[in-house]
């Protein structure tokens, strides 16, 4: 079993930046895949970024691309997502999850595990 427990959302304007932070306890989190989701009101949830094992491959979703960075410290068995340039658009309860694979992927059906959600509001 893993538990995820996200941190690092809040308010911020348009063009700002906000760090991402997802706890992780339980099983060796090193043989685990991650990923960050979002979901904003009325709408599905969405891919933003995915990570392997090791931190050698990632993955994002088109609308992030360029503005954010996902990465990971086995070490300290946590994971973060680096958001720069953010959009009002980009509003959203962000969540991550694990999976039990060390290869990325990108649908919600494929991670075993889940944080609680931190919500990101960005202002125009």
């Known amino acids: 079993q893993v538990q995820l427990v996200e941190s690092g959302g809040g308010l911020v304007q348009a063009g700002g930046s906000l760090r991402l932070a997802c706890a992780a306890s339980?099983?060796?989190?090193?043989?685990?895949?991650m990923g960050w989701f979002r979901q904003a009101p009325g709408k599905e949830r969405e891919f933003v970024a995915t990570?392997?094992?090791?931190?050698?491959?990632?993955a994002y979703a088109d609308s992030v691309k360029g503005r954010f960075t996902i990465s990971r410290d086995n070490a300290k068995i946590t994971g973060y997502l680096q958001m720069n340039n953010l959009k009002p658009e980009d509003t959203a309860v962000y969540y991550c999850?694990?999976?039990?694979?060390?290869?990325?992927?990108?649908?919600?059906?494929?991670?075993?595990?889940w944080g609680q959600g931190t919500q990101v509001t960005v202002s125009s």
């Open positions: 999850a694990a999976r039990s694979r060390t290869i990325v992927a990108f649908t919600a059906c494929e991670y075993n595990y």
């Open positions: 990570i392997s094992w090791s931190g050698g491959s990632t």
């Open positions: 339980g099983r060796t989190f090193s043989n685990y895949a």
